[in-house]
Nanobody, 123 residues
Framework: VQLQASGGGLVQAGDSLRLSCAAS????????MGWFRQAPGKEREFVAA????????RYSDSVQGRFTVSKDNVKNTLYLQMNSLKPEDTAIYYC?????????????????WGQGTQVTVSS
């Protein structure tokens, strides 16, 4: 199983970015997927997750209303649309596939991880 995250970059506060995560080597549509992030000196934290079918989502309080997670089961790709970015969103963002079809917020319930993509938001 391989997950390839992309779309990160350097933006200003208030800007938008869309992250993508291309998956291969697994039946993508059977599993929930999630986004996590890790800022310098901090622990990895949950950002957003989506269930296997794509009909149910969950977000951390810090991104609720600004970020949108989606998945395209035909293209085997997970997305994270990030709007109204803030400096505190600066982190390396990781995509991951869950062990099952339902949404999970704990990283221990994910068994495959992408390499991460850097998002930097300047004030």
């Amino acid at each position: 199983v391989q997950l390839q995250a992309s779309g990160g970059g350097l933006v200003q506060a208030g800007d938008s970015l869309r992250l993508s995560c291309a998956a291969s080597g697994r039946t993508f549509s059977n599993y929930a997927m999630g986004w996590f992030r890790q800022a310098p000196g901090k622990e990895r934290e949950f950002v957003a997750a989506i269930n296997w079918r794509g009909g149910s989502t969950r977000y951390s309080d810090s991104v609720q209303g600004r970020f949108t997670v989606s998945k395209d089961n035909v293209k085997n790709t997970l997305y994270l649309q990030m709007n109204s970015l803030k400096p505190e969103d600066t982190a390396i963002y990781y995509c991951a596939t869950a062990k099952g079809p339902t949404i999970e917020v704990l990283g221990t319930w994910y068994n495959y991880w992408g390499q991460g993509t850097q998002v930097t938001v300047s004030s």
